[in-house]
């Protein structure tokens, strides 16, 4: 069975679990439509007001222009850098500072996703029939968007710098129990060395000795 699983993820490309949730995603979408029915998916009168109209656009505008635009300032945002590793087992050093690249890119995501979901009422479109269906007006989507936007950076900025406080604690901990490093005391010198140059010098000062003992050529 095992074996299976895995010769059918690998003629996917993907894991199994990524098949199901797509197939479940399309299922709610053809359930969606045959609640909803053909005929109301398009409105004759006011083209650009159809549902499917503005299906076709959303996804033409986010993988063309939404798309291209944040992976370009994702790509922007700093990231870490390390070092080459010396073998397979080597230790990897901790930055001294928490890379904040996900710290600005998931109250980031969630705005655009709650902006996307409810752009009509913070744009206010369609505010008289939304106020003769309910009673009440748009007015209060813009602002409450916005505050939960600053809670979102605010969640962020709180979880990044308790995550850089232990961080620091850490550190300074590492470092106390790290024991002093040691002065290097100089190298002495080993007899064989050192009564290797004394022969050496015995030598040279025989060979001195014989030339000046030499009798000159007559």
């Known amino acids: ?44 009168t006011v083209w650009w007001q159809s549902i499917v109209v503005w299906f076709v656009v959303a996804v033409i505008g986010h993988d063309l222009i939404l798309f291209p635009l944040y992976a370009l300032a994702d790509r922007l945002l700093p990231r870490r850098r390390t070092g080459p590793n010396v073998g397979d087992e080597a230790p990897r050093n901790e930055p001294k500072h928490i890379p904040v690249t996900n710290y600005l890119r998931m109250p ?46 605010l969640a962020s900025a709180l979880c990044y710098a308790v995550r850089t406080l232990l961080r620091q604690r850490d550190s300074t901990k590492t470092a106390k129990a790290s024991p002093p490093a040691r002065r290097m005391r100089p190298a002495i010198p080993s007899t064989s060395a050192t009564t290797a140059r004394a022969v050496r010098a015995v030598t040279r000062a025989r060979r001195v000795a014989r030339r000046a003992r030499a009798p000159a050529p007559s």
């Open 108 to 153: 980031t995501l969630a705005a655009g996703l709650l902006m996307l979901m409810f752009l009509p009422g913070i744009i206010e479109q369609g505010a008289p029939t939304y106020q003769a269906a309910t009673g009440q007006t748009q007015a209060p989507y813009l602002a409450r968007w916005l505050l939960l936007t600053a809670a979102f950076y």
């Open 1 to 44: 069975m095992r074996a299976l699983a895995q010769r059918a993820a690998r003629l996917y490309g993907e894991r199994l679990f990524h098949l199901l949730v797509v197939l479940a995603a399309l299922a709610l979408g053809a359930y969606a439509v045959s609640v909803l029915g053909v005929q109301n998916l398009f409105n004759p």
